[in-house]
């Protein structure tokens, strides 16, 4: 069945389509990543956005469920230049086209990638819709696309209520004993970060996105975890007032992502949206004050602005390569630091995984 992927710009591509056969609108990006779509995937913080896949053969090695970072998907579509129907790897369970079809994403394939991935690199993010109908009157189609925007997405991605995890838990040993008890507040948490708390002695509870910040203190939490999540973070007006109380708590915090730029702005920095942002996991990341390169997972649109960051407040602690933009925070007099980066990746590289040791030991202090 032939699909079309409409830009608010009047760019037209057409391909055959995939999964879900319903119609969306969505923001557009790109993703640079040559393995872990099915991370992708389920990672909530693509929530609100279609993703576009630069590698040109996606679904080779098929679906294992294990390696699914939240229960479902929230991705709004999916766009690969082919895709693959047969999975040859001893843990594929289901083919990608099966599983975009059960999650009802709806998807394209059979269009140049490169060129849509140039576009959006030199135009910036921009709406698309895909969908299996012919544009006929395009005038009223681009003006339904201009008018989307991505709103309430971390209200559709965070827990319901709060859920506890031991080691052993999400394939986890569960000889290790448990040492510390670390709050998670999710705003579009991501398994492995439980993961990676679990398999170094943590207790995890995660609570959901609009948890006053007096019941996660009540709790008695050695550390707060603050983690990634879709959309601009200067929505999470709620959240960012309770992260002001967590602050002044005096309790250990690591901020991931989302939980980065929230925090940022619970302190009075500011934020903005980026041209077509970070996505992929080879980005490589400079640790300030060692000097050291890490390469890195990444999927964030919105970045905290440097010349906003107070100096007696916090300082960088971590840069782009690329661009030079923040991608870390250590705060002064406070057992907080935050990256905007994923050291949880998976798919993707783990240079970058020690900052949960750091967590624990600023726990232990």
């Known amino acids: 069945m032939k699909a079309y ?3 608010e ?4 591509f057409t391909g055959n389509s995939i999964g879900s056969v319903r119609e969306v609108i969505s923001e557009i990006v ?11 995937l389920t990672d909530p913080s693509y929530a609100g956005q279609a993703v576009v896949m630069t590698y040109p053969l996606i679904g080779n090695y098929g679906i294992c469920r294990k390696d699914m970072e939240a229960k479902g998907s929230h991705t709004d579509g999916f766009i690969v230049r082919e895709l693959s129907r047969l999975g040859s790897n001893f843990r594929n369970e289901q083919s990608i086209q099966d599983f975009l079809t059960e999650q009802d994403i709806p998807g394209i394939e059979g269009i140049d990638t490169r060129a849509l991935t140039k576009i959006l690199r030199e135009r910036g993010t921009m709406n698309g819709m895909i969908t299996t109908e012919e544009p006929v009157d395009m005038d009223s189609i681009l003006k339904k696309i201009k008018q989307y925007s991505v709103r309430d997405v971390v209200a559709r991605v965070t827990a319901g209520e709060p859920v506890s995890y031991q080691p052993g838990d999400l394939d986890t040993d569960s000889n290790i004993p448990v040492t510390k008890k670390v709050a998670i ?14 398999k170094r002695g943590c207790q995890v509870t995660i609570y959901p996105a609009d948890t006053k910040a007096e019941e996660i203190l009540a709790a008695k939490p050695d550390g707060i975890m603050l983690t990634n999540g879709p959309g ?20 250990p915090i690591f901020a991931i992502c989302l939980g980065h730029q929230l925090m940022a702005l619970a302190n009075g920095f500011d934020t903005e949206k980026m041209k077509y942002g970070h996505r992929g996991s ?5 640790d300030v004050e060692s000097g050291r390169v890490y390469i890195s997972s990444q999927n964030h649109g919105y970045v ?12 960088i602690a971590f840069v782009n390569v690329n661009d030079g933009t923040v991608e870390g925070l250590k705060y002064k007099n406070k057992k907080i630091f935050t990256v905007q980066f994923h050291p949880e990746a998976c798919a993707g590289p783990k240079d970058s995984e020690i900052l949960f040791d750091r967590f624990i030991n600023m726990m232990n202090s």
């Open 304 to 315: 905290v602005k440097d010349d906003s960051v107070a100096e007696d407040v916090a300082e």
């Open 5 to 7: 992927l409409i830009l």
């Open 185 to 198: 507040l999710d705003v579009g948490t991501k398994y492995n970060i439980a993961r990676c708390l679990l």
């Open 9 to 12: 710009d009047g760019t037209v």
């Open 30 to 40: 790109f993703n640079t990543s040559m393995t872990g779509y099915l991370e992708v």
């Open 282 to 286: 080879n980005h490589p990341v400079k």
């Open 232 to 251: 601009d973070p200067k929505e999470c007006t709620a959240v960012i007032g309770e992260l002001k109380k967590l602050y002044a708590s005096d309790v």
